[in-house]
């Protein structure tokens, strides 16, 4: 019988597991643009970075990819990275500060505190500066770039609309996404950045349009980048019963590798904060440092995708591993901490790929690819504490959907030695900085599955509406009452009114008629009402919505009083959450007794 109640009250309120709307319908008719912008913005920034590249190290205009592995550099080299951090650094300066850094920790920052808006002038200088900073040299992939700027977009398309910030936030993750599709050609692990790192939830209402401007950029990125993997590669090897275990005590070391490279950074920039000059010339010190890098291993300049496809095939000897692995790491650092343009996931697989080539070398089986693509994914799922995506961002970028079981071990570990050595990550460090804390967990609210019955105070003290004036202000001033405000009930037993102690300070202050009760007296304060079977998170939104410190339960079936929630009742779900995460008992004894 009380279970027929129950779900008959589920049923007249209409609760649903997601609180999803027709505006999904309007967000997912706008992503059909916004993964078309971002899947352009993608490709013109591939574009000019061909561009500045040929300019700077071929003097050519050309708008073909060129690979400065490849490339026999002079002295005069090193000076190109220097003039070309001199530029990005007056355009930080005289154009936007938000330019500065590698784009995710910015959009962020946007997402969190800006309501998700984001300046013209950034989605121009953005691109301009980050093509500009990675074709002289700058150690730097587009991914980051391009996920501000793709974001941007989207960003300036919600505008020209009126939406709140939330439609405004899946608009701009909607563009980032899909200019890391178009990029990589990885939707799914577009998607899943997007949700561990950028939307802050997991709702129907920015899924949907997410997912929704991922596949538009996944239908342009064959005429406009190319189709298939970005580094196709067919591994499998002869894996032993096991070799998960080995595959986990890889991404132990990858995890090593992140929190060392991310204290680095953070340790570098902060000597750049204690030169006495203006963070505009900063680039240019960086720049001093790539380009003596560069000079001393070209491979270690610009996007590197050539140097990630070598690693791949197992082309790169252990020696020159370690030269790509040290040089890459010491020019990226200096030049990202310096505060110049440009992207993270490049430059770690990179690093990752690399010291997995060295460790292959040790190995029992495997080639020297496959344990490069496994430190890839590992550095990224540690770096960036987003193991779900390291590991389907590994598979999607290869092609290799069949080694999931093994680039999931080691992302895992990763995780776990980051998020136990390490208080934030690369991205949340930056923002930190500024002022600003995020948390990164996800978890149900209590509120949204808690009942007002479980928490309400019963049974409930009342003041009958016939009571004088002047007995309510004697009540009052008997500190023994439990409550605050009460509320009055007729002859009846109906709830008339409430009376807090706001509305006795008035009547001693403006005075009464004689003999005047409760019942011919209108009390300050709007009466709202509250219901005991539905939901905390929706009575405390009420609550909260019209100022309102306390409020009486009534049965929605007949209307009688039952209990009252004030503030200090909510507080309880947060409590009995925390004692969740506290109290630690045994609820199974297991004793063996003898029989005597």
């Known amino acids: 019988m009380l279970e027929n109640r129950a779900s008959e009250a589920l049923r007249n309120e209409g609760l649903r597991d997601f609180t999803t709307d027709c505006r999904m319908l309007v967000l997912s008719a706008m ?43 002079t002295p005069l080299s090193i000076a190109i990275p220097i003039l070309g951090s001199l530029v990005v650094g007056a355009m930080a300066r005289f154009g936007s500060e938000k330019i500065r850094g590698h784009g995710i920790p910015e959009a962020i920052e946007a997402i969190l505190i800006g309501e998700s808006r984001i300046e013209p002038k950034v989605a121009l200088l953005k691109p301009i500066s ?89 239908l342009w990125r064959p005429c406009l980048l190319g189709p298939g993997p970005l580094f196709s590669m067919n591994d499998l090897p002869v894996m032993p019963s096991w070799g998960l275990g080995l595959c986990a005590g890889m991404g132990l070391v990858a995890g090593a590798q992140s929190a060392l490279t991310t204290l680095c950074l953070y340790g570098v920039e902060d000597l750049f904060r204690k030169l006495p000059i203006h963070w505009m010339w900063w680039p240019a010190l960086g720049g001093i440092v790539v380009g ?16 990630i496809r070598a690693l791949l095939d197992g082309h790169v000897t252990l020696q020159e591993s370690g030269l790509l692995l040290a040089d890459k790491a010491m020019i990226w650092i200096a030049a990202l901490s310096s505060g110049t343009s440009g992207g993270v996931l490049a430059p770690l697989l990179i690093m990752g790929g690399a010291l997995g080539n060295i460790e292959a070398h040790w190995l029992p089986f495997g080639t020297p690819g496959f344990w490069s693509l496994l430190a890839m994914a590992a550095i990224l799922a540690g770096t960036m504490r987003a193991p779900l995506t390291g590991t389907l961002f590994a598979a999607e970028l290869t092609g290799n959907f069949h080694l999931l079981p093994q680039l999931f071990a080691a992302s ?58 002047a007995e309510v202000l004697d009540f009052f001033a008997d500190g023994g009452h439990r409550h605050k405000s009460y509320p009055v009930v007729t002859e009846a037993g109906e709830l008339s009114g409430i009376v807090s102690r706001a509305d006795v300070l008035r009547w001693s202050r403006d005075g009464w008629e004689k003999n005047a009760t409760l019942a011919d007296f209108k009390t300050t304060r709007k009466l709202l009402l509250g219901y005991s079977d539905e939901l905390v998170g929706h009575l405390a939104d009420r609550m909260a919505g019209d100022d309102i410190g306390r409020v009486p339960i009534l049965d929605r079936t007949g209307g009688r009083l039952v209990g009252l929630v004030a503030r200090r009742d909510l507080l309880r779900v947060r409590a009995r959450l925390a004692l969740e995460e506290r109290d630690r008992r045994r609820l199974l004894n297991l004793t063996l007794s003898r029989k005597s």
């Open 31 to 73: 992503a059909l643009f916004v993964g078309s912008a971002g899947a352009g913005a993608a490709w013109c920034l591939v574009k000019l970075i061909a561009l500045f590249t040929n300019l700077a190290y071929l003097q050519r205009i050309d708008f073909r990819t060129v690979h400065l592995g490849s490339l026999h550099l």
């Open 130 to 218: 980050s093509a500009l900073s990675i074709g002289t040299g700058g150690p730097f992939g587009a991914e980051g770039p391009i996920i501000m700027t793709g974001g941007a977009l989207g960003s300036l398309f919600a505008q020209l609309f009126r939406l709140t910030p939330a439609e405004r936030k899946t608009l701009l993750v909607a563009g980032a996404a899909a200019g890391m599709t178009a990029i990589f050609g990885t939707p799914l692990a577009a998607v899943l950045l997007a949700v561990e790192l950028l939307l802050f939830e997991w709702k129907p209402r920015s899924f949907i349009p997410v997912g929704i401007s991922v596949l538009v950029a996944t």
């Open 292 to 307: 003596v890098g560069g000079y001393i291993d070209p491979a270690a300049l610009g996007v590197g995708y050539d140097s």
């Open 412 to 469: 895992v570990a990763a995780f776990a030695v980051t998020v136990l050595l390490m208080r934030r990550s690369i991205l949340t460090e930056r923002i930190a900085r500024r002022g600003h804390h995020i948390t990164r967990e996800y978890s149900t609210d209590p509120f949204l599955h808690t009942r007002v019955a479980d928490i309400m105070a019963r049974p409930v003290d009342t003041l009958p509406s016939s009571m004088q004036i």
